[in-house]
C-alpha cells in the first residue's frame, strides 16, 4: 500500500514552500481564534519569513544537532504539511522540543500529522506550547501522551498576547 503523503527532510530549497505552507495553515489553524490583523501581518511579512525559513535551514544544514525540518507533499507534490523539532530551548525544560507541526486542513483525519510527530519526534521525552482554545490540537497531543505541565505564559505582540501553555510526554517504548 503506497502512503498518499511523502514526508521528506526540508532544505535550504524549500524555503519558499515551507514558509507559504506553514503560513497557509496558520490561517486555517487560527481563523477561529486570531484576530484578522494577525493574519494581515503573516501575509505581509511572507517575504521575510521565507528569507528567516532559508536562513535557518542553512544553519541547520551546517550544525550538527540543531532544529530540524520536514515538509510532506500530497501526489500532486503540493505541500500540505511542516514541522520542525530539535534541542529544547526552554532552559526548565532542557529535552527535546517540538517546535511545531501544521497540516493544511484538507489533510485532517489522514493520519498525517502522526506520521510527522513520529519523524520528528519519535519514541523520545518531548515538550510542546500549545496556544488556548485549540482542543483539536490538545486532543491530538494528549492522544500522543502529552499533558500540560503546568507552565502558561502569554504569547508575544504578533500572537495578541494568547494565552498558550506547554506540554510534556516522558520517553515511550519504541
Known sequence: ??????????????????ARTHVA???ETYEHIMPPEYH???DAELPAIIERRRTAFEEAAGTPGSA???????????PVAIATSGPGRDDDRPDFELHHIYTLQSTHGT?????????AIGTRAAYLWILDHNPRAEQFYRRNGFEP???AMLCGPTWHYRPMFRMHRADRPA
Open 1 to 18: 500500500m503506497t502512503l498518499p503523503y511523502v514526508i521528506r527532510p526540508a532544505t535550504v530549497d524549500d524555503a519558499e514552500a515551507y
Open 149 to 151: 505541565d503546568g507552565t
Open 68 to 78: 530540524r525540518s520536514w515538509l510532506a507533499f500530497d501526489d500532486d507534490g503540493g
Open 111 to 119: 493520519g498525517l500529522g502522526q506520521r510527522l510527530l513520529d519523524t
Open 25 to 27: 495553515c496558520l490561517h
Open 40 to 42: 494581515a501581518y503573516y
